[in-house]
C-alpha cells in the first residue's frame, strides 16, 4: 500500500498512522517527499481493512493498494527514477550516462592495470572484472578470487575508477564488499536467494543481471528480495537470454529496457558483450542500447583478447574499444537531451 499523508501533519498524527498500519502486520518503509510524507507499507495482511482503517484517519489523503507482485521497485510504490551513488562520485540513474568497462576475468597484475587505464582512456567510470568466475565447465578457469579483488582495488587506487565484480555465494559476501564498489550478480545467480537476501544487508550498491531464462517479472522479483532485506541501492541488467537463436550466444531483448521503464524506477544496464558473444555485434548493440535509453553499459575489454582467459571472442580490444566509445558520443549527448528531467523526489 501506498499511504499519503496531508501536508502540514504532525509528526504524532503520521505516528499514529504509522502504528496502525503496523497493528495489521505491515513493514513500513518512510519516504519523506518534499511537500508531504508518502508512506509505503510492505507485507501480507488484510489489505482492505487496513485501507479501510486509515481511510477513517484525519491525516490520511490516500491510501492505495500496490497491484504488482514486486512492491519496493514497482513505479506505483515510487514514481521518480532512483539515482545511485556508486564509489566516491558516479552516479548511475541521473542525467549522465555511465560507462562501465573491463575484462571478463581478472588474469594478472599486468593485465588489470593496463585493462583499467584503457577503460579510464575511453571514458568509462566504473572497471569491472570478475574475480570468482561462474564458469559453465569446472575445468576452466574460475577466477583469482581473492587476490584477483586485491588487484581490482589497486587499480581503483592507480587510475580513481570504480570497481563493479561478481559475487557468486552468500558466504563471499562479506568478502567481495570489503573491496568492491558494486557487487555484481551474474544471469546464473539470479535466483540464487541466499545470495539475494544476504546482499541485502551487504551496504554496498548491486547490479542485478538477468537470468539466463528468466522473465522480466522473475527480474523484478529478484530485486525486491534485494530491497525487502534492506538494500535500495540496485540496478537492474538485460544480458541476453536463452532463445532458439544460434547465431548470437543469447537473444538480447533489446525492449526489456523499455519494458522496465515503464515498470520500475530502478536504473537499467545493457550487457552487449554477453548479449551477443561476438565483439563486431558490440557497438550496434551499444549504440541501441543508448538509444532505447540504457541508464548505464557495461563491456568486456581486453587489451588482447586473443589471449584472454575466458570471453575473449566478445572483448573489444583497445583499438575497437576507442573506437566504440568515440562512436558513441552523439549518441549519448542526444540521450542527454531527449532524456526526461528526472523527477521530483517527492511522490
Ligand atoms: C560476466 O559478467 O562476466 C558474466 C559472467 O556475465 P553473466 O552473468 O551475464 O553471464
Ligand atoms: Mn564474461
Known amino acids: 500500500m501506498i499511504i499519503s499523508i496531508r501536508r502540514h501533519a504532525s509528526a504524532d498524527e503520521i505516528d499514529s498512522v ?7 502486520g505491515y513493514k513500513i518503509h518512510t519516504i519523506e517527499g518534499e511537500e508531504r510524507v508518502v ?21 490520511v489523503e490516500k491510501a492505495v493498494p500496490i497491484s504488482a507482485p514486486y512492491k519496493f521497485v514497482s513505479k506505483e510504490f515510487k514514481p521518480a527514477q532512483t539515482v545511485i551513488k556508486v564509489g566516491r562520485d558516479v552516479e548511475i540513474g541521473g542525467s549522465e550516462f555511465v560507462m562501465m568497462a573491463g ?29 570468482f568466475k561462474p564458469r559453465t565447465s569446472p575445468y576452466d578457469f574460475q577466477g583469482m578470487e581473492e587476490a584477483g579483488l586485491k588487484l581490482l582495488a589497486q587499480a581503483r587506487t592507480e587510475t580513481g575508477l570504480a570497481i563493479v565484480t561478481e559475487v557468486m555465494s552468500d558466504t563471499d559476501v562479506e568478502l567481495v ?3 568492491a564498489d558494486m557487487m555484481q550478480v551474474g544471469a546464473r545467480n539470479m535466483q540464487n536467494f541466499a545470495l539475494l537476501k544476504a546482499l541485502g544487508r551487504c551496504g554496498k550498491p548491486v547490479l542485478l543481471k ?3 531464462s528468466s522473465t522480466i517479472k522473475e527480474l523484478l522479483m529478484s530485486a525486491e ?7 535500495k541501492d540496485v540496478m537492474l541488467c538485460e544480458r541476453g537470454i536463452r532463445t532458439f537463436e544460434t547465431a548470437t550466444r543469447n537473444t538480447c531483448d533489446i525492449a526489456a529496457i523499455a519494458a522496465l521503464r515503464e515498470l520500475t524506477h530502478l536504473p537499467l544496464v545493457l550487457d552487449p558483450s554477453h548479449a551477443t558473444g561476438k565483439r563486431s555485434l558490440v557497438p550496434p548493440l551499444a549504440r541501441a542500447g543508448v538509444a532505447i535509453g540504457a541508464d548505464a553499459m557495461i563491456v568486456e575489454i581486453h587489451p588482447n583478447p586473443a589471449r584472454a582467459v ?10 575497437h574499444w576507442l573506437e566504440m566509445m568515440e562512436d558513441l558520443q552523439p549518441y549519448i549527448e542526444l540521450w542527454k537531451k531527449t532524456r526526461p528531467a528526472p523527477a521530483p523526489a517527492a511522490v
Not at 576475468?105 to 569491472?128: C, D, F, N, P, Y
Not at 528480495?225 to 538494500?231: E, K, L, M, P, S
Not at 575466458?310 to 583499438?319: C, E, I, V, Y
Open 225 to 231: 528480495y534485494i530491497v525487502a532485506h534492506g538494500n
Open 210 to 212: 538477468r537470468g539466463l
Open 103 to 131: 575484462p571478463c576475468s581478472v588474469e594478472s597484475e599486468g593485465q588489470i592495470m593496463e585493462t583499467a587505464h584503457l577503460a579510464a582512456k575511453g571514458g568509462a567510470k566504473i572497471l569491472r572484472g570478475g574475480a
Open 177 to 179: 564488499a570489503a573491496y
Open 39 to 59: 508512506i509505503g507499507a510492505i507485507g501480507v495482511g488484510d489489505t482492505s481493512s487496513c485501507l479501510d482503517a486509515l481511510a477513517a484517519m484525519d491525516c
Open 310 to 319: 575466458s570471453d575473449g571472442a566478445q572483448s573489444l580490444d583497445p583499438a
Open 18 to 24: 504509522i502504528s496502525r498500519i503496523r497493528d495489521f
